[in-house]
C-alpha cells in the first residue's frame, strides 16, 4: 500500500526550528520528485520545496534561505529543516511524492501542523 507519513511537525517560538521528515513506503522511493507543500488557515495550498530523483532542489521564494529540503533514498525519507521561523510559516505541512513517469501518479501525506508563536 502506497503511504506517505509526516512527522516532526510541532510549536515553536519565532526564529526556531524544526525538521519534519516524511517516511514513504510502497513506492519505487528513488526516482519520484519529492515536494513539500502547506496549507495556512483560510488560504490555499501552496508549493513550499521540491527536490528531484537527480538531487536538483527549488524553493518557494517565502522560504529560501530559510529552509533546506533533502532526501535519504536509503531510508525512502524526506525532510525538510525549517530554521528562522516565522509565524507566517503557520501551516499544516503536506508531504508529496510524483512520479515523473507517465501518467504521473501523484501521492500524499495526512500532514503535520507547524505552528509558530510566542
Known amino acids: 500500500q502506497d503511504q506517505l507519513v509526516e512527522s516532526g511537525g510541532g510549536l515553536v517560538q519565532p526564529g526556531g526550528s524544526l525538521r519534519l521528515s516524511c517516511v514513504v513506503s510502497g513506492l519505487t522511493f528513488s526516482r519520484y520528485t519529492l515536494n513539500w507543500y502547506r496549507r495556512a488557515p483560510g488560504k490555499e495550498r501552496e508549493f513550499v520545496a521540491a527536490?528531484?530523483?537527480?538531487?536538483?532542489?527549488t524553493y518557494a521564494d517565502s522560504v529560501k534561505g530559510r529552509f533546506t529540503i533533502s532526501r535519504d533514498n536509503d531510508k525512502s525519507t524526506l525532510y525538510l529543516q525549517m530554521n528562522t521561523l516565522k509565524p507566517e510559516d503557520t501551516a499544516v505541512y503536506y508531504c508529496n511524492a510524483n512520479d515523473p513517469i507517465p501518467p504521473g501518479h501523484n501521492y500524499w501525506g495526512q500532514g503535520t501542523q507547524v505552528t509558530v508563536s510566542a
Open positions: 527536490v528531484s530523483y537527480t538531487g536538483w532542489r
